[in-house]
Structure formats: structure tokens, C-alpha cells
């Protein structure tokens, strides 16, 4: 097939969400630390009724029934996911529900796993197979499911949840550029989940914020490399649309593209503009490692691409800022707010991405964007996103609720006999929520 990509997308996250700014004064922080520190507004986070299961089986209902595809034309199904929950058992055997129903178990993929880049594995593994001998013909569905909750300290804030599903297949609106991939991996421990009693993670924060750092500028080189070997040119920021990154919180993301911009600059400093140049000129001369640490070249390079951030990266926060951190699907509900915000602008427009998990493992690849055909046209994929509704009909709890829930999940977490309240009444027709977990750790959810 041709322009193998996305055909469509749909997102769930869960009504349920605290202000930055209340849990800033809540937690006895500096005002502005989290929503001008971090740079985010607000914090979903699912009460006892939702998980990384319900959420994936709400998301992946609604994109079938609103592009009306039969789940029988799902041939390969993809789950990206670092929440745990049962560790053997995939959730993608849990999603195995909806499609058995219509007599279809004749369906590729289990689960990918590693921190925020499990859906970007899952991804390219779905890409891969329609792009490859054993493609059968029928799509490919990709599923990104996370519930990210830290322990009481300064990670707490950069929390989320959600879950996103992708159709993938030929003609795609969103289509892959397969050629330019740039990857780096290595072995890290600044994020990972050894203690299997706890759903928190052990985190060195500082560590984690320098290897995304160091991920990006050599997925970078890269994936430049790449395109100055395909294009016969040198890629400059002109050549993308936008560039969409993971969002653990929205500072990183400026600081990113500053650093995007500074990377510009040693490489070929006619690719920033003239002030710039004077701004970073002092920097010139920095190792790699100095770089990482020098407060004034962060702050100089987020003075110079400033604008160019306002113009290639604003769009993307949208979700991010307002979901926060939904590890797996981060990147991909960055990539739904900028078909959100610029459906009508990105005809034949290319997105640069940059998915990034601790570990660690990081690419950056491209899209190339087409206005499509309906169902799989970018102006429906907006109108089923449908983001301004769905943030709007939320509801806001106070600090105190919200801490309230993460201690019942403590205790909730790898336990057996127990039911939830069963409250749904914050949820959505159509939503999927946990009811009770039986002696032997089976989970049993309804729809409301
Ligand atoms: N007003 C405005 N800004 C403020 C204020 C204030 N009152 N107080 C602090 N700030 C700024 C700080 O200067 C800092 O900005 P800077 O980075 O530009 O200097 C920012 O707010 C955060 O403050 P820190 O003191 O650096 O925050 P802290 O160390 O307490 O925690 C951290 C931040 C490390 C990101 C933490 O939230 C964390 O560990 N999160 C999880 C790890 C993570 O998300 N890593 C990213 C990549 S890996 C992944 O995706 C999981």
C-alpha cells in the first residue's frame, strides 16, 4: 500500500481532573511553579470506576461505531501501555471482547511496553505489517492506554491519563514518511517501576529531563541526516509544519524545541535568523555535556525560537497542557490538538515527532499530512476528536478529592474481592467503567 499512516483517531480521557493552580497552593508550592513552572493548567486522572482497561475499551467502541468500520476488517491490534495490570496478560487480549462478538479472533499484536514509548512501538509495529508480505489486507488498530500517578512530591503534578486509538492503513491522511526515522536507545535508569506492589514509578527527574534532552538532539541529527540523504537538501525548521513532542509537562516541550533550534544553529547557523544568531554565538563553543547544564543558552535559545514556537509547537500543547502527562498517548493527543487546531491548514504539510520513553527509547519520524476522504478525511477526525466538548465537559475536583482517590487506588492496586462504588455518574453514555474485581483478581466492567 501507499501512504501507510493514521485513517483515523479518537480519544477518551476521563471527566475527572484538578486544577494545576489548586494543587499548586494545596501542595504548599511556589504560586506559578506548576502551571508557569511546568507550564500546565490541568490534571486528569481516573476515580476507582476507570483504569488503562475501560479506558481502551471506551476508546475503541467509540472509533468503530463514529468511522463505522466493522470490527471484523480489523486484522492486527496494537496496544501501547506501561500501566500494569495483570503483567502476563495483555490488554490487548481484553479488547479481544469487542471483536469476538463479531466472530473475529483472527487478529495480530500484544502489548508493547517500554515507559512513554510503548504506543510508538505498537505503531510502527502496525505501519510495518501493512507495509510489509503479510499484510492481509485489512487494518491495522493501535491502541495507547496510560493512568500516570506519582507519590506525593514534586512529580506528582506531572500526571495524566487517556487513552487514543489509531486506524491504520494505506491512503492514509496522515501519512508515514517510513524513510526518515531517527532512533536512539540506551540503558538508563531514569524512570522505571521495580516495585511491582505500587503503581508509582521510581523516578530521578533530573536525570530524565537531561536523557530527553540528549534523545532529542540525537534523534535529530539523525533523522536530519536521513532527510538530507533522501531530499539531496539540508532539512531546516521551514521544511515542517509543526513539531509535535512528547509532553511529559509543557516546559519540556518549549525547552525541547529550543533546543531544536539551537541544534539549527551549530549545524548551519544560516538556518536561524540573524538575532538569533548573536543570542547563541556565545554558546557556540560548548561541549555536549556543558550544553545540557548552561542556564543561560536554555535561556537564550527560548528567547530565539520563541516565535517559531508560538507558530510550529503552540498548537500541539493543547491536550498535554490540559490532560498532562498521558505517558503512551502523550504524543499522540499532541498530534490530535494540532488536526484540531489546523485541520483546514495541513494539506501536504509535514509534522515532525518526537516520542521519547525512559529507559530509554526514542525516535523521530515524520508525517506527511493530506486533507483525506470521508470518513478518513482530517476535518472528520476533528469532529469525532471533538476536543473542545470533551474538555469542557469535565469536572473539576478539588485537591483534597483528588488525593482522596489516589489513596483508594493505593489500597485498590493488585488487590482481589472488592467492588467499586459503581458511581458513574460523571461518565459519558458509552463509557466503560470497573465494577468488581472477584476472588481470583478477574476484572468485570460494564457500559454505561
Ligand atoms: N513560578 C514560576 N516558575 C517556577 C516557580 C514559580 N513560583 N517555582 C519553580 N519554578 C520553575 C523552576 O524554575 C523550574 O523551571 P526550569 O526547569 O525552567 O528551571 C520548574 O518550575 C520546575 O521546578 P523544579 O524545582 O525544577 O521542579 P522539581 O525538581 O520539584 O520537579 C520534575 C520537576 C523533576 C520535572 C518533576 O515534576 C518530575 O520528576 N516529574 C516526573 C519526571 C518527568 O516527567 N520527566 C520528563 C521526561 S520522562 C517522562 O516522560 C516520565
Same mark, same amino acid.
Request: charged share 25%; glycine share 12%.
Given at each position: 500500500g501507499k501512504n501507510v499512516g493514521v485513517l483515523a483517531m479518537d480519544i477518551y480521557f476521563p471527566p475527572t481532573c484538578v486544577l494545576q493552580e489548586s494543587l499548586e497552593? !494545596?501542595? %504548599?508550592?511556589?504560586? %506559578?511553579?506548576?502551571?508557569?513552572?511546568?507550564?500546565?493548567?490541568?490534571?486528569? !486522572?481516573c476515580t476507582e470506576v476507570e483504569d488503562v482497561i475501560s479506558m481502551s475499551l471506551t476508546v475503541v467502541t467509540s472509533l468503530l461505531e463514529k468511522y463505522e468500520i466493522d470490527p471484523k476488517q480489523?486484522?492486527? #491490534?496494537?496496544?501501547?501501555?506501561?500501566?500494569?495490570?495483570?503483567?502476563?496478560?495483555?490488554?490487548?487480549?481484553? #479488547?479481544?471482547?469487542? !471483536?469476538?462478538?463479531? %466472530? &473475529?479472533t483472527d487478529i495480530e499484536g500484544v502489548d508493547s511496553t517500554n515507559a512513554?514509548?510503548?504506543?510508538?512501538a505498537a505503531l510502527f509495529n502496525c505501519v510495518n505489517w501493512v507495509e510489509s508480505n503479510s499484510w492481509d489486507g485489512r487494518y491495522g488498530l493501535v491502541v495507547?492506554?496510560?493512568?500516570?500517578?506519582?507519590?506525593?512530591?514534586p512529580a506528582r503534578p506531572t500526571g495524566g491519563a487517556a487513552a487514543i486509538a489509531m486506524l491504520i492503513g494505506p491512503n492514509a491522511p496522515i501519512a508515514f514518511e517510513s524513510k526518515y526515522r531517527g532512533t536512539h536507545m540506551a540503558h538508563v535508569y531514569d524512570f522505571y517501576k521495580p516495585i511491582l506492589a505500587s503503581e508509582y514509578p521510581v523516578v530521578d527527574g533530573k536525570l530524565s529531563q537531561t536523557c530527553y534532552l540528549m534523545a532529542l538532539d540525537s534523534c535529530y541529527k539523525r533523522y536530519t541526516n536521513k532527510y538530507q540523504k533522501f531530499e539531496g537538501k539540508a532539512f531546516s525548521n521551514l521544511d515542517a509544519d509543526s513539531f509535535v513532542f512528547h509532553s511529559p509537562y509543557n516546559k519540556l516541550v518549549q525547552k525541547s524545541f529550543a533546543r531544536l533550534y539551537f541544534n539549527d544553529f551549530l549545524r548551519d547557523s544560516s538556518l536561524v535568523d540573524e538575532n538569533a544568531k548573536d543570542k547563541l554565538e556565545p554558546f557556540a563553543h560548548l561541549t555536549g555535556d556543558e550544553s545540557y547544564q548552561n542556564r543561560d543558552l536554555e535561556k537564550a535559545s527560548l528567547q530565539a525560537s520563541k516565535q517559531l514556537y508560538d507558530e510550529k509547537v503552540q498548537p500541539s500543547t493543547l491536550i498535554p497542557k490540559q490532560v498532562g502527562n498521558m505517558y503512551t498517548a502523550s504524543l499522540y493527543a499532541a498530534l490530535a490538538s494540532v488536526i484540531h487546531h489546523r485541520h483546514n491548514n495541513l494539506d501536504d504539510k509535514r509534522l515532525v515527532m518526537f516520542s521519547y520513553g525512559s529507559g530509554l527509547s526514542s525516535t523521530m519520524f515524520s508525517f506527511k499530512l493530506h486533507s483525506g476522504q470521508h470518513p478518513f478525511s482530517l476535518s472528520n477526525i476533528v469532529s469525532?476528536? &471533538?476536543?473542545?466538548?470533551? #474538555?469542557?465537559?469535565?469536572?473539576?475536583? @478539588? @485537591?483534597?478529592? !483528588?488525593?482522596?482517590?489516589?489513596?483508594?487506588?493505593?489500597?485498590?492496586?493488585?488487590?482481589?474481592?472488592?467492588?467499586?462504588?459503581?458511581?458513574?455518574?460523571l461518565l459519558s453514555p458509552g463509557t466503560f467503567f470497573l465494577t468488581h474485581v472477584d476472588s481470583k483478581y478477574r476484572r468485570y466492567y460494564e457500559k454505561k
Open positions: 497552593a !494545596f501542595d %504548599g508550592a511556589s504560586k %506559578g511553579k506548576y502551571t508557569i513552572g511546568l507550564g500546565q493548567d490541568c490534571m486528569a !486522572f480489523i486484522g492486527r #491490534l496494537e496496544v501501547g501501555s506501561e500501566t500494569v495490570i495483570d503483567k502476563s496478560k495483555s490488554i490487548k487480549t481484553w #479488547l479481544m471482547k469487542i !471483536f469476538e462478538e463479531h %466472530g &473475529n512513554c514509548y510503548g504506543g510508538t495507547c492506554t496510560d493512568s500516570a500517578v506519582y507519590a506525593e512530591g469525532v476528536l &471533538n476536543v473542545a466538548e470533551k #474538555l469542557q465537559g469535565r469536572h473539576v475536583f @478539588p @485537591p483534597e478529592k !483528588f488525593v482522596e482517590t489516589l489513596q483508594v487506588m493505593e489500597h485498590r492496586y493488585g488487590a482481589k474481592d472488592f467492588e467499586t462504588s459503581k458511581d458513574v455518574s
